[in-house]
């Protein structure tokens, strides 16, 4: 197998390229790059089993590798690196794609490239969440999909969501409930940059519907009460400001 690393820290690069020297011999590097738009060049005429990927690099989203590739030269596995252990990184391992925390550990990067091993192409699960993901600065709806069909829905328009074990319901202005197969923590990162935030484990609201912030409780412009997390009330004031 050969593999490629897109990463603009020159020690991580080294640390990687000697960790599959030792664990994997046998598997080839065929390069790094320290820029999406050039990695994606190589990949357009290079065909690689799987990536390093940087969440973060030279003022560039890792994951904004689907913005410059076909989804026909998606046929790679990615591992991704990142030195930063927030939310995001659950949204990855729900999709199988495997993530090394920086200072990349010895016992865990066997374990990654282990399951890339048993795993040689980017499911469409994952293809879908990454167009997702490099969409989330931006979007301003989204479209919910289940078995009675699909629904546009403007971002403004929804109230709250709120978890139902692998599900997620959508609460909207219009008293509508729409329920997809999704879980929360899905959207939790789809909905980053926006003015979604997420006071309790179960729940995502929409702070522009916030009607009043009590002690352990939000009470919302339709009258819902949701739960406020003991350590989430401070995070909400300073999200809110």
């Given at each position: 197998?050969?593999?490629?690393?897109?990463?603009?820290?020159?020690?991580?690069?080294?640390?990687?390229?000697?960790?599959?020297?030792?664990?994997?011999?046998?598997?080839?590097c065929l390069g790094d790059f320290d820029k999406i738009s050039t990695a994606c060049e190589f990949l357009k005429e290079n065909k690689v089993d799987f990536i390093f990927l940087d969440?973060?690099?030279?003022?560039?989203?890792?994951?904004?590798?689907?913005?410059?590739?076909?989804?026909?030269?998606?046929?790679?596995?990615?591992?991704?690196?990142?030195?930063?252990?927030?939310?995001?990184?659950?949204?990855?391992?729900l999709c199988a794609i495997d993530y090394l925390l920086k200072p990349l550990k010895e016992d865990r990067f066997v374990e990654a490239i282990e399951r890339v091993i048993k795993k040689n192409k980017v499911s469409s699960e994952q293809l879908?969440?990454?167009?997702?993901?490099?969409?989330?600065?931006?979007?301003?709806?989204?479209?919910?999909k289940n078995s009675?069909?699909?629904?546009?829905?403007?971002?403004?328009?929804?109230?709250?969501?709120?978890?139902?074990?692998?599900?997620?319901e959508f609460y909207l202005l219009t008293k509508k409930r729409i329920v997809v197969s999704r879980p929360l923590k899905e959207y939790e990162l789809l909905l980053t940059n926006t003015q979604f935030f997420k006071p309790h484990r179960s729940y995502i609201i929409n702070?522009?519907?916030?009607?009043?912030?009590?002690?352990?409780e939000i009470e919302m412009k339709d009258q819902t009460m949701i739960p406020l997390?003991?350590?989430?009330?401070?995070?909400l004031e300073l999200f809110l400001k």
């Open positions: 197998m050969n593999y490629l690393i897109i990463e603009d820290e020159v020690n991580a690069v080294l640390v990687v390229k000697s960790y599959v020297e030792r664990f994997f011999p046998e598997m080839t969440v973060q690099l030279n003022g560039e989203i890792g994951i904004d590798i689907v913005k410059y590739l076909p989804k026909e030269k998606l046929t790679f596995e990615i591992i991704f690196t990142t030195a930063y252990s927030g939310f995001a990184l659950e949204a990855f391992a879908e969440l990454l167009q997702y993901l490099s969409k989330a600065e931006t979007i301003d709806k989204i479209i919910l009675e069909g699909q629904y546009p829905i403007q971002l403004n328009e929804i109230v709250y969501l709120k978890a139902d074990n692998v599900y997620t702070t522009a519907q916030i009607a009043k912030i009590l002690v352990n997390a003991r350590d989430k009330k401070r995070e």
